[in-house]
Nanobody, 114 residues
Framework: QVQLVESGGGTVQPGGSLRLSCAAS????????MDWYRQAPGKPRDLIASITSTLRFVYADSVKGRFIISRDNAKNTMSLQMNRLKPDDTAVYYC????????WGQGTQVTVSS
């Protein structure tokens, strides 16, 4: 089993920054890709960033150039540095790993509002 716990959400003004963290426990996830998803009210859950065990990454066009994904394999953690936030970034952000089954965190709310 894998437990994922996100932290770092909150409310920020447009143009501001936030850093989200995901802590994994219950299993060594260092060999697995890890992802960030987000879900805005009334919309599907969308993949926004992924990072492999070898630190290769990919971003959705909506966040490319503004968000930075990283991980620390020694600590079983993943982070998402979010810069130049926009109101459209308002959503619940989820940490995700696929290891035979899909594992999700409980989500952390990010609100971008003036």
């Amino acid at each position: 089993q894998v437990q994922l716990v996100e932290s770092g959400g909150g409310t920020v003004q447009p143009g501001g920054s936030l850093r989200l963290s995901c802590a994994a426990s219950g299993s060594d996830v260092s060999s697995s890709a890890m992802d960030w998803y987000r879900q805005a009210p009334g919309k599907p859950r969308d993949l926004i960033a992924s990072i492999t065990s070898t630190l290769r990454f990919v971003y959705a066009d909506s966040v490319k150039g503004r968000f930075i994904i990283s991980r620390d394999n020694a600590k079983n953690t993943m982070s998402l540095q979010m810069n130049r936030l926009k109101p459209d970034d308002t959503a619940v952000y989820y940490c995700h790993i696929f290891r035979g089954v899909h594992w999700w965190g409980q989500g952390t709310q990010v609100t971008v509002s003036s």
